[in-house]
C-alpha cells in the first residue's frame, strides 16, 4: 500500500461522521457569533471571577501555616481575599469577559468555515476511501 494512503487514514476516520457533526457545528457556529451569547458568556465569567476573588482564604492559609509554619501562608491575614492575596486589580474579571467575548468570536469564525468545509471533507474522504479500495484491491491481485 502507498505511503500515502496511510496518512490518508487519519483522514477518513475525521471524516467519516462528518454530515452529523456537521449540523452541530453550524449550531456551535450560530452560538459562538451570536452576540447576545458572547455576552452572556463573558457576563458568566466575569462573575465567576469577581465570586472568586472575594472567597475569604484565611482559614485555608492557615491551614497550610499549621502544615508548614515556614510558608508564606503564614502571613496571610484571617480575612483575607483570594483577590487580595493575588493583587489582582479590580477590572481583573471585566477584561477576562472582554478576552472571552474575542476568544468567542474567533471560535465562531472557525466553526463557521469548519461548517462551510464540511461538505467538501466529506467528498474528499470519500474519494480518498475510494482510491484506498482501489490501491488495496491492487495489493491484492499482485
Do not use: F, K
Not at 472567597?55 to 515556614?70: K, M, T
Amino acid at each position: 500500500m502507498p505511503r500515502w494512503t496511510l496518512l490518508a487514514l487519519p483522514l477518513l476516520a475525521i471524516a467519516a461522521p462528518l454530515p452529523a457533526q456537521a449540523a452541530d457545528v453550524r449550531d456551535t457556529a450560530d452560538v459562538l457569533t451570536d452576540p447576545v451569547a458572547q455576552d452572556r458568556m463573558a457576563d458568566t465569567v466575569s462573575a465567576v471571577i469577581d465570586a472568586l476573588m472575594r472567597v475569604n482564604i484565611g482559614p485555608l492559609a492557615e491551614a497550610v501555616a499549621r502544615v508548614d509554619p515556614y510558608s508564606d501562608a503564614a502571613y496571610i491575614p484571617p480575612d483575607a481575599t483570594l483577590g487580595e492575596v493575588a493583587g489582582r486589580d479590580p477590572d481583573y474579571g471585566r477584561r477576562v469577559g472582554d478576552d472571552v467575548r474575542a476568544t468567542s468570536r474567533m471560535a465562531g469564525q472557525l466553526a463557521t468555515a469548519a461548517a462551510a468545509y464540511a461538505p467538501v471533507l466529506r467528498d474528499m474522504a470519500r474519494d480518498l476511501a475510494a482510491q484506498w479500495e482501489r490501491e488495496r484491491e491492487d495489493a491484492r491481485r499482485r
